[in-house]
Every structure is written in structure tokens, then in C-alpha cells.
């Protein structure tokens, strides 16, 4: 039988007031505004300049993690995936484009990564470690974000995630939705060999691709995306050697069911 995991987002500066209670600002680790448009109930509008988080806020931030966590399991879900990737809360944290804070949670790689860990712990301290995964994109710019030495701050960041026994590291490789090779990235296989439980690849990969990783043992899982979201009936695609249809660019954030839930299988188109 399949597992289902709840991905845990707070997406920090990447919304904007009009998504907010009382059109609050958005949050993030420092008040850097990204380019790039949020998408609202009234279409695209330009994200604005965030807030900075207070530092008498963040333990309140970690609780929500806690909660959401304990939430997911008492709804039925198998186990959680903390969301640290695609330029979103604590992928602003990690990187120094984003966090130019001066106290305990910016400055060095310990410091920016605290709040990440500071979540996994609390994560893992009301879901058994084998049912918490994590998320991470080490050299998508996706959301306006980069870091000036990526492959430090990442190794950095998965040894100490071995601490907490974590079932899964799951890696867009790349840059988000975009292509695998990324100016300043570095070979992630370091990743790889760093983490001590599963490692799941993900990003542009097709059939054949997925082969190659598994057996050159490059990665333990392959995660599918975007070609799940046109052919829901993918592995069956793949276990008969199926073509598979093309997604609709245009309807993938349009919030209706076209696009997302109308694309047939197989044996129905």
C-alpha cells in the first residue's frame, strides 16, 4: 500500500497582504522584497517588502510547525514533509540573498540554519522520525532567492539533519520547474552520499532518467511532478511503455478543476 505525507509550507515573503488577516504584511527572515508576482483571488499582483520577524516571534513559529504536524497525523496522514525548499520561510533563512539578519538566527551557515533544525526537532519530537521527511532545493533560485556558497551551507545542513534519523531527504535538483544544471550549483550527490537515510531525486527526470539514477545508485526514489499531473495513471504509463500526454501550462496555478483534475487515463482518452 502507499504512503501519504503532508507537506508543512509557510511560504514567508512569497505571499502578500492580500492573502494576509487584516492585509498584514507578509514575514520573512529579513525585509528583502522579491521580484516576482504573488497570486491572488484577483489574479497576479507584484510581491511587496515583508516584514522581518521579530526574534520573540520565532518560537511561535516552531509551535506551528509542532501543531500542523500533530494536525497532519490526527487527520490520518502516514507522516509529514517539512518544506524547506523553493525559496519559501526557512529556505529564506538558510541562504544569505534572503537573511541578512545580525542575531542568533543570521550571519554564519549555524546561525541561519538554526531555525530549520529548531523545526525538525520540534517535527520530530510529536511524529516518529520515520515518518518525517524534508524538503530542500540547494541551488534553485527559485522565488528570488541564492546563496553565496551553496554547497557549504547544504552539507552543513544535512550532517546535522542526520541527528534526528529523518526518513527521507527529498531534492529538487536544479532549479524548480526549470532545467537540472544551475550557474554557481554544485554536484549534489554530495548530498547524497552526506545523508543517511533515503534520498529522493526529483525534478525533469523521465522514465529512462529514473533507470539510470537507481542503477547507478545515484538516488534511492524518484519523485515525479509535473508528468503526474497530465497522466494519473503514470506508473501504469511507465509499466507499459506508454506515451505520456502534456500537461497545460496555463491551468497549472489556475485554482478550477481544468487542468488538474479533467486530464484522462490511458484507457479513458
Known amino acids: 500500500g502507499g504512503r501519504i ?22 514575514v520573512a527572515p529579513s525585509a ?8 491572488t483571488e484577483t489574479g497576479f499582483k507584484p510581491f511587496v517588502e515583508p516584514r522581518a520577524l521579530e526574534l520573540s516571534e520565532l518560537p511561535a513559529l516552531v509551535e506551528q510547525y509542532k501543531t500542523a504536524a500533530q494536525l497532519s497525523m490526527q487527520a490520518g496522514f502516514d507522516g509529514v514533509e517539512i518544506h524547506a525548499a523553493n525559496g519559501y520561510l526557512l529556505d529564506q533563512f538558510l541562504r544569505d540573498k534572503t537573511n541578512q539578519r545580525t542575531d542568533a538566527y543570521g550571519g554564519s551557515i549555524e546561525n541561519r540554519a538554526r531555525l530549520l533544525l529548531e523545526v525538525v526537532a520540534a517535527v520530530t519530537s510529536v511524529v516518529p522520525s520515520e515518518r518525517v521527511g524534508i524538503r530542500l532545493s540547494p541551488i534553485s533560485p527559485a522565488n528570488d532567492i541564492a546563496d553565496s556558497d551553496p ?4 552539507s552543513y545542513v544535512v ?6 534519523k529523518l526518513v527521507y531527504l527529498h531534492v529538487v535538483e536544479g532549479a524548480t520547474g526549470g532545467p537540472r544544471e544551475v550557474a554557481g550549483g554544485f554536484d549534489l550527490q554530495v548530498l547524497r552520499d552526506l545523508f543517511q537515510g533515503i534520498y529522493i531525486a526529483n525534478n525533469g527526470y523521465d522514465l529512462e532518467m529514473a533507470a539510470k539514477a537507481r542503477q547507478g545508485n545515484g538516488a534511492d526514489l524518484v519523485a515525479f511532478g509535473r508528468p503526474f499531473i497530465a497522466n494519473p495513471d503514470l506508473v501504469e504509463r511507465f509499466k507499459a511503455g506508454a506515451a505520456l500526454a502534456d500537461f497545460n501550462q496555463a491551468t497549472l496555478y489556475g485554482g478550477g478543476a481544468e487542468g488538474y483534475t479533467d486530464y484522462p487515463t490511458l484507457q479513458a482518452s
Not at 5 to 24: M, N
Not at 32 to 39: H, M, Q, S, T
Not at 159 to 164: D, S
Open 32 to 39: 528583502v522584497k522579491p521580484e516576482g508576482n504573488a497570486f
Open 159 to 164: 550532517q546535522q539533519l542526520n541527528r534526528y
Open 151 to 154: 554547497k557549504a551551507l547544504f
Open 5 to 26: 505525507f503532508l507537506q508543512l509550507w509557510h511560504v514567508g515573503r512569497i505571499s502578500h497582504p492580500d492573502l494576509q488577516p487584516g492585509h498584514a504584511l507578509p
